[in-house]
């Protein structure tokens, strides 16, 4: 399953959310600001630190990128 | 041909298309997305109506009452444009055509154009930047405060901006540098109570930030105190950078004149450029103050003022209007 790095305040995590949902794709979401071990995950993945992070199948989308999204969720 | 052709999607780019739908002028949005700068805001308290909205339901809000007009006003986002000019003028009249380029390689005319594509964040300018952009280096301290939990950062900027992202900071960063250029803090009064005999800030005057300092990720800051000439590197895990913004004026600055700042200068009266048929509206603007109000306010005032210019020019040379 997709899973969405997350911080509560962060209003391009929500638009992420939105999309996933809009769409009928379930994810997992990790919000970040409480789990410390999902923070380190995300850095690690993702080579950096803004939220939110996408990881589909391993493959890793930094920020709400939705033309990419699109992409690999096979969506037109 | 539109008749109008508006650039942006924030308060001003959206009251401008309300605006000329009910005019029913055609008109075409071009924008790489909707809410504008303060998007990111978590709770904005003055959006009048509102006690309270989120950046996010405000840029719903916007959205949704511009798509309402689909019969007249075509939204083409997320585009991004990269350029307008003025095509076919007439000299006698001054009246011309104008053309919008974008990056998705589209080209749109129009006999108008409302500019309201707003401001982006300033970047310092010094190295480590743009290298470390994401890996520490931030700009949206509502987003990203959490993610430095447990961290010590930086946060370079003494005015408003720079405070509340100091605030943004306070239940998640272990201790928080601000850097402020001048021997003063510039932000409200309010926010500098809170942060100035706070436990975990510590506010170091006359820094001007030469250099962000890193591995893989941002490991310190280098700055020089601008008083004494000493430069010191403080050990941080990230730098917020929050000091100020610069119009999106790029694109049309062989078309229109802009002040010293690239701002569009603008007769606030009319919201008109110094282009005949070139109107502006919001942060792209000289207007001196940066509201979502009154970015709308201004927006109001360029569809209003393109409509007048649109039904002169329309009795001005009525066969070109055909
Ligand atoms: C964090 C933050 C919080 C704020 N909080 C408040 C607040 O509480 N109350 C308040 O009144 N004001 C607030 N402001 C200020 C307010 O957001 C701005 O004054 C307002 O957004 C300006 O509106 P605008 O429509 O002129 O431009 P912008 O909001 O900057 O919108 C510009 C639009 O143009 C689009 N665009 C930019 N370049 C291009 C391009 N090349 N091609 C196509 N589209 C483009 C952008 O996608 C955007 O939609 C805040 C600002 C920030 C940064």
């Known amino acids: ?76 | 041909m539109y008749d109008v052709i508006i650039i942006g999607g924030g308060p001003a780019a959206s009251a401008a298309a309300v605006y000329v739908a009910r005019k029913k002028l055609k008109t075409v949005v071009i924008t790489e997305s909707f809410g504008g700068q303060s998007q990111v805001s978590d709770d904005i308290q003055n959006w009048i109506g509102e006690k309270s909205i989120s950046g996010f339901d405000l840029a719903k809000k916007l959205e949704e009452h511009v798509r309402s007009f689909s019969d007249v006003v075509e939204v083409k986002m997320p585009e991004r444009v990269l350029g307008v000019r003025s095509i076919k003028c007439n000299e006698a009249t001054h009246v011309c055509d104008f053309e919008v380029k974008t990056e998705e390689g589209n080209i749109y005319e129009g006999k108008s154009m409302i500019l309201a594509a707003g401001a982006r964040r300033r970047k310092l300018g010094v190295p480590g930047e743009d290298a470390f952009n994401g890996k520490g280096v931030a700009y949206c301290s509502t987003c990203d405060a959490p993610v430095f939990a447990g961290k010590e950062v930086a946060v370079v900027g003494g005015g408003n901006a720079g405070l509340e992202a100091v605030v943004d900071l306070f239940p998640y960063a272990k201790k928080i540098y601000l850097l402020a250029r001048g021997d003063a803090l510039k932000g409200d009064p309010i926010t500098q109570e809170k942060i100035k005999n706070h436990p975990q800030v510590e506010i170091i005057y006359n820094a001007e930030t030469q250099e962000i300092l890193g591995d893989k990720f941002v490991n310190g800051v280098r700055y020089k105190d601008v008083k004494t000439g000493e430069e010191k590197i403080i050990a941080v895990g990230g730098v917020f950078v929050e000091i100020g913004s610069v119009p999106n004026s790029e694109m049309a600055k062989d078309l229109v004149e802009l002040d010293n700042y690239g701002q569009i200068k603008i007769d606030s009266k009319h919201a008109s450029t110094s282009h005949p048929g070139v109107f502006a509206a919001g942060d792209i603007t000289d207007d001196p103050y940066k509201q979502n109000n009154i970015s709308a306010g201004d927006g109001v005032k360029a569809a209003l003022a393109a409509y007048g210019y649109l039904q002169k020019r329309a009795k001005q040379s009525p066969a070109a209007e055909k």
């Open chain 1, 1 to 76: 399953m997709a899973k969405i790095y997350t911080t509560p305040s962060c209003v391009y995590c929500k638009m992420a959310k939105e999309f996933f949902a809009k769409h009928g794709i379930a994810y997992e979401e990790k919000n970040v600001a409480q789990d410390v071990s999902a923070r380190d995950e995300m850095v690690q993945k993702s080579g950096q630190l803004g939220v939110p992070v996408i990881d589909i199948d391993g493959q890793i989308i930094i920020g709400f990128d939705q033309p990419r999204l699109a992409e690999l969720l096979g969506i037109k």
